[in-house]
């Protein structure tokens, strides 16, 4: 079956719900409530499906000027108003390395060029450490700019970003 990458849907929460917290602490634990919250707080809210009604990975991604209290996001806030900012993207453990995850970005950089914006910016965890991400987004033209303590310094990311490039 093919790839397909597309909205997520209010009946793939559970299923979203399971990917993020199985992918713990490359990305924050969530309720399903927490998590609904996020995908109305998002621009864009994908899920990647190899198996129709089977999300195998997932993608939410914030525009600029949205109520989001997110310290990483504050952070891309106050550098700049041309962004998507992916706040998180989790590919089911098996299907790392198959093409999701660049599909994924694939859906944010779309959305980052139809609305004029110059870049895709995220932030990936030095500590606990996540070399596999920091490798996967430099692959992708992502550059450190930064790095910040998060959750009262439980945590340590980099900052990052890509631009967007115009067809």
Known sequence: MPLVVRPLESFDLTAVLALNNAA????????KEELAQL?????????A???PGRPVGFLLAMDPGVGYESENYRWFSARSDSFVYVDRIVVAEGERGTGIGRALHAAAFDRAAEHGRAEVTCEVNVRPANPESLAFHGRLGFTKLGEQETKGGAYRVALLAAPVRRP
């Not at 713990?24 to 309720?31: C, D, H, I, K, Y």
């Not at 995908?39 to 899920?47: D, E, P």
């Open 49 to 51: 499906e190899v198996d």
């Open 39 to 47: 995908v109305v707080v998002a621009g864009l809210a994908v899920v």
């Open 24 to 31: 713990v602490p490359a990305v924050p634990p969530a309720t």
